[in-house]
Nanobody, 118 residues
Framework: VQLVESGGGLVQPGGSLRLSCAAS????????MGWYRQAPGKQRELVAT???????NYADSVKGRFTISRDGTKNTVYLQIDSLKPEDTAVYYC?????????????WGKGTLVTVSS
C-alpha cells in the first residue's frame, strides 16, 4: 500500500491550495483518512480527518479555513486550504486506516511541503 500526496507549494498569505492524497495497492476498504502536519521544530499535529461515512473533524486552528473531503471511488482524500497564514507552513502528511482483508493498519504518505510566505 502506498499513499502519495501532491499539491503542496509556495503560496502567499491569504492564498489557497488543494492537497490530494491517493492510496494505491491491495486494499479492501479504507476507514478514516486524514491530514497531519509538522512545522519546523514542532511535533506532528492533527489537521483534519474524515471517516468512510463522511464525518469530519478539524483542529481548532484550521476550522473555517480548511475543508477535508474524499472520493471513495478513487481512494483519495483532499484538503482544501484557504486563507493561508505563515503559521500554516509545514510538511503535510496523509494518513489512512486501511483494511487489507482482515489486516488493518495505519499508513502514511511521505508528505508534501506547504510554504506560506510573501
Amino acid at each position: 500500500v502506498q499513499l502519495v500526496e501532491s499539491g503542496g507549494g509556495l503560496v502567499q498569505p491569504g492564498g489557497s491550495l488543494r492537497l490530494s492524497c491517493a492510496a494505491s495497492g491491495t486494499i479492501f476498504s479504507i476507514d478514516t483518512m486524514g491530514w497531519y502536519r509538522q512545522a519546523p521544530g514542532k511535533q506532528r499535529e492533527l489537521v483534519a480527518t474524515i471517516t468512510s461515512g463522511g464525518r469530519t473533524n478539524y483542529a481548532d486552528s484550521v476550522k473555517g479555513r480548511f475543508t477535508i473531503s474524499r472520493d471513495g471511488t478513487k481512494n483519495t482524500v483532499y484538503l482544501q486550504i484557504d486563507s493561508l497564514k505563515p503559521e500554516d507552513t509545514a510538511v503535510y502528511y496523509c494518513n489512512a486506516h486501511i483494511n487489507r482483508w482482515g489486516l488493518e493498519a495505519d499508513y502514511w504518505g511521505k508528505g508534501t511541503l506547504v510554504t506560506v510566505s510573501s
